[in-house]
């Protein structure tokens, strides 16, 4: 079975700095790899995917992920967080495309921008 | 605008008392999720449809039912069964026809935050 890590419960960061979550997967073949992000309260929204491809991938509101398959890692960066970034986020991996009940969460990372 | 809704947003019970979480989507989605979130952990699915009328049993099922009667409705029923109900619970749909693969992504509402003493 496939699993996610994110081994960072949580993080600080200061506003205007550069912002790099981790997320290590386990499985043997090409995962389909998320990134969602949860606001206090609120549901989850997604920010970016990974299929196939270019494993450089864009989202929204300026964040972007790199699929490593050499490390089984699938980074969330940002070059420079706004304190509207507050939020948790969760990496997710799916092993097929055949379906959402087939997507695990990681544990999230709980960020906190300080002015 | 289409969106999830899910209410109420508080929701508390006496331990020993079924509860029902509603769940409304108009985004026109086939299929729908339930999930539980804890302090500290992941979403865990507790059940899905794909398809009105049918669903299936997610990861932790157990002390959960629910139904599927129409496509934009998903209610989920905590009953007496599930040891440690006290939780937020999310409801998700998605559209396999939203994009090129079936693996499309969840739309979420907002959820609700569920106290049983």
């Known amino acids: 079975a496939q699993s996610v890590t994110q081994p960072d419960i949580h993080i600080t960061v200061s506003e205007g700095a550069s912002l790099e979550l981790r997320c290590n997967y386990s499985?043997?073949?090409?995962?389909?790899l998320f990134w969602y992000v949860q606001s206090p309260g609120q549901g989850l929204q997604l920010l970016l995917k990974?299929?196939?491809?270019?494993?450089l991938v864009q989202g929204i509101k300026g964040f972007e992920a790199e699929f490593k398959r050499s490390q089984s890692s699938f980074n969330l960066r940002k070059p420079s967080v706004h304190w509207s970034d507050a939020a948790e986020y969760f990496c997710?991996?799916?092993?097929?495309?055949?379906?959402?009940?087939?997507?695990?969460f990681g544990t999230g990372t709980r960020l906190t921008i300080i002015p | 605008d289409g969106g999830i809704t899910q209410s109420p947003k508080y929701l508390f019970r006496k331990e020993g008392q079924n509860v029902t979480l509603s769940c409304e989507q108009n985004?026109?989605?086939?299929?729908m999720y339930w999930y539980r979130q804890d302090p500290g952990q992941g979403l865990r699915l507790i059940y899905y449809?794909?398809?009105?009328?049918?669903?299936q049993k997610g990861d932790i099922a157990e002390g959960y039912s629910v139904s599927r009667e129409k496509k934009e409705s998903f209610p989920l029923t905590v009953t007496s069964a599930q040891k440690n109900p006290t939780a937020f619970y999310l409801c998700?749909?998605?559209?396999?026809?939203?994009?090129?693969?079936?693996?499309?992504?969840?739309?979420f509402g907002n959820g609700t935050r569920l106290t049983v003493t």
């Open positions: 998700a749909s998605s559209n396999p026809r939203e994009s090129s693969s079936y693996n499309s992504p969840l739309h």
């Open positions: 499985y043997g073949a090409t995962p389909y």
């Open positions: 990974y299929f196939s491809g270019d494993t």
């Open positions: 997710a991996v799916a092993t097929t495309n055949f379906g959402n009940e087939k997507l695990t």
């Open positions: 985004l026109n989605h086939d299929a």
């Open positions: 449809s794909q398809i009105v009328n049918d669903f």
